[in-house]
């Protein structure tokens, strides 16, 4: 299903209105009050966004991207709010909840780990907001990562700084505060540069990128019985573009972790539409940047092994797929 895009598809009038449950009595239609409950509803289209609690905090992305700015303020007090720019936005078309990342927009947050006489590799933080209208989701600001010459990004869960907030008046106030140590800050940017630099020195050849990818991001082959032609197609189209990336980073970069790493947050960060894929692109960035953190500090271990690295993954996917089918609701067959 098509996915909002621009930031005018998703900042638009919010309206909070009780809930009514309708029916007929002696031929008469009757109208009664819901107690505890609101709706969320689209004012411009009229559509309800969500049902949800008379204590939710309604925030609309007009309001919630105005908090981000102060996050950016706060985080990097070296830059002007006129400096951040809204790069991405990322929502269903239902627009029950949305992803806004910002990212600055001149050089002063630029770093790289590449010697000046080697190709430049420019990284810079942008600044995603979450915020939801059907309670499923809490206001969140992650800072994340990305590769400026292809906007490849990641976030790095329970390590780069991130704030949370259930939509309720205890949680959201009139103003949120954030509160950031700017000496931990700078040291998850030297940590970030560290592993980066880290991955060009781990060989992967090229047979191993797909593998790798799919093992990272949990990408697995339709299960038995549900091998229709359409989920099958689907797989070879998945398979197909994760070849030309590899080969295209493996060219670029050389047959190495950091290629195989690229390769990794472009998907993530441009999934492809595709039924065997399940994930959004939020929690793509952050499953490519937990193993980021992960794979960082197996690589140095001195007897590591690609191969046993990508076993393991392999074992994980089995063991998921397993939990998966024990778990999935039996299936009803119609008697026609």
């Known amino acids: 299903m098509p996915r909002l895009s621009q930031l005018e598809?998703?900042?638009?009038?919010?309206?909070?209105?009780?809930?009514?449950?309708?029916?007929?009595?002696?031929?008469?239609?009757?109208?009664?009050?819901?107690?505890?409950?609101?709706?969320?509803?689209?004012?411009?289209?009229?559509r309800v966004l969500g049902i949800v609690s008379r204590d939710y905090r309604l925030v609309n992305n007009a309001e919630a991207l105005e908090m981000a700015l102060t996050c950016c303020r706060?985080?990097?007090?070296?830059?002007?709010?006129?400096?951040?720019?809204v790069k991405t936005v990322d929502a269903p078309s239902t627009a029950g909840y949305?992803?806004?990342?910002?990212?600055?927009?001149?050089?002063?947050?630029?770093?790289?780990?590449?010697?000046?006489?080697?190709?430049?590799?420019?990284?810079?933080?942008?600044?995603?907001?979450?915020?939801?209208?059907?309670?499923?989701?809490?206001?969140?600001?992650?800072?994340?990562?990305?590769?400026?010459?292809c906007s490849n990004g990641l976030i790095i869960p329970e390590t780069i700084i991130r704030f949370k907030f259930d939509h309720?008046?205890?949680?959201?106030?009139?103003?949120?505060?954030?509160?950031?140590?700017?000496?931990?800050?700078?040291?998850?940017?030297?940590?970030?540069?560290?592993?980066?630099?880290?991955?060009?020195?781990?060989?992967?050849?090229?047979?191993?990128?797909?593998?790798?990818?799919?093992?990272?991001?949990?990408?697995?082959p339709p299960q038995p019985g549900q091998q229709d032609s359409r989920l099958a197609a689907d797989w070879r189209r998945l398979g197909a573009h994760l070849s030309d990336m590899s080969t295209r980073y493996a060219d670029e970069l050389g047959e190495n972790a950091y290629a195989a790493f690229n390769a990794i947050t472009e998907f993530a960060s441009?999934?492809?539409?595709?039924?065997?894929?399940?994930?959004?692109r939020h929690s793509l960035q952050r499953i490519a940047g937990s193993w980021l953190t992960s794979f960082n500090a197996a690589c140095r271990i001195p007897?590591?092994?690609?191969?046993?690295?990508l076993a393991q993954l392999s074992l994980t996917h089995a063991r998921d797929a397993s939990m998966t089918r024990k778990v999935a609701p039996p299936i009803l067959e119609l008697a026609h």
């Open 303 to 309: 007897d590591f092994s690609m191969d046993d690295h």
């Open 98 to 149: 949305c992803h806004l990342d910002l990212v600055h927009n001149t050089n002063t947050l630029d770093f790289g780990f590449v010697p000046p006489k080697e190709r430049p590799e420019i990284f810079g933080p942008f600044i995603r907001v979450t915020n939801s209208y059907n309670g499923l989701r809490a206001l969140a600001f992650d800072i994340g990562f990305y590769r400026k010459v």
């Open 74 to 85: 706060t985080a990097f007090p070296e830059t002007k709010p006129s400096e951040w720019q």
């Open 270 to 280: 441009r999934p492809p539409q595709n039924r065997c894929l399940h994930r959004s």
């Open 168 to 220: 309720t008046r205890r949680d959201i106030g009139k103003t949120i505060e954030f509160e950031i140590d700017q000496d931990r800050l700078a040291k998850f940017k030297t940590d970030f540069n560290d592993a980066l630099a880290g991955l060009r020195h781990c060989a992967v050849q090229r047979t191993q990128f797909e593998p790798l990818i799919r093992g990272v991001l949990l990408l697995q």
């Open 9 to 46: 598809d998703v900042v638009f009038p919010v309206e909070e209105h009780p809930v009514f449950v309708s029916y007929a009595e002696d031929s008469i239609e009757r109208r009664l009050a819901v107690p505890g409950k609101k709706a969320i509803v689209n004012g411009k289209n009229h």
